[in-house]
Antibody, heavy 121, light 110 residues
Framework: EVQLVQSGAEVKKPGESLKISCKGSGYSFTSYWIGWVRQMPGKGLEWMGIIYPGDSDTRYSPSFQGQVTISADKSISTAYLQWSSLKASDTAMYYC??????????????WGQGTLVTVSS | SYELTQPPSVSVSPGQTARITCSGDALPKQYAYWYQQKPGQAPVLVIYKDSERPSGIPERFSGSSSGTTVTLTISGVQAEDEADYYCQSADSSGTYPYVVFGGGTKLTVL
């Protein structure tokens, strides 16, 4: 059974750093892209970027380029999303997701449960 | 930047047909995908490649494409279909394609 299990909720202060994780299981982790999606409170879905764990090829949405870093450790089948200096506007639910097809970026058919990040002084 | 445009809300009575549209200039060249999201839950893929239905998705969900508009149709709407629906496609105008979501449509079952 394919599963994406994300790390737990975080409460941080502005300016702090953070790294959240997404562990894949039940499939070949290195053969599928993993994407990250932001959902701010009461708002819609926003695609942040995507990584291919097989070779760590990473692409970012222009809106998130330079704001976050996406990485992966294929030895433990885990993808990461990190911030070096959080802002209050980073408060959101963050999802990782896997596309339907190993060759595709699109059509996420498996999703993590989400990680709620709250940034408040 | 590339945008996909959805109506903010659609309302239908149980048993009727709901149609949710998504418009974007690149849709004639790029497939569309549709997601259902209920409160407090992760999104669920209900349509891929414009009109294909993943296994486990009821047959009442269907998708179609015409020019710069794609449509998610839910036939015989049930109360459990009340949710937010998002379209997704790609912007391939840049150095590499990147994924774009529509703003979402809240489906209310009256």
């Amino acid at each position: 059974e394919v599963q994406l299990v994300q790390s737990g909720a975080e409460v941080k202060k502005p300016g702090e750093s953070l790294k959240i994780s997404c562990k894949g299981s039940g499939y070949s982790f290195t053969s599928y892209w993993i994407g990250w999606v932001r959902q701010m409170p009461g708002k819609g879905l926003e695609w942040m970027g995507i990584i291919y764990p097989g070779d760590s090829d990473t692409r970012y949405s222009p809106s998130f380029q330079g704001q976050v870093t996406i990485s992966a450790d294929k030895s433990i089948s885990t993808a990461y999303l990190q911030w070096s200096s959080l802002k209050a506007s980073d408060t959101a639910m963050y999802y990782c997701a896997r596309p339907l097809y190993s060759s595709s970026w699109y059509g996420f058919d498996y999703w993590g449960q989400g990680t709620l990040v709250t940034v408040s002084s | 930047s590339y945008e996909l445009t959805q109506p903010p809300s659609v309302s239908v009575s149980p048993g009727q047909t709901a149609r949710i549209t998504c418009s974007g200039d690149a849709l004639p060249k790029q497939y569309a995908y549709w997601y259902q999201q209920k409160p407090g839950q992760a999104p669920v893929l209900v349509i891929y490649k414009d009109s294909e239905r993943p296994s486990g998705i009821p047959e009442r969900f269907s998708g179609s494409s015409s020019g710069t508009t794609v449509t998610l149709t839910i036939s015989g709407v049930q109360a459990e279909d009340e949710a937010d629906y998002y379209c997704q496609s790609a912007d391939s105008s840049g150095t590499y394609p990147y994924v774009v979501f529509g703003g979402g449509t809240k489906l209310t079952v009256l």
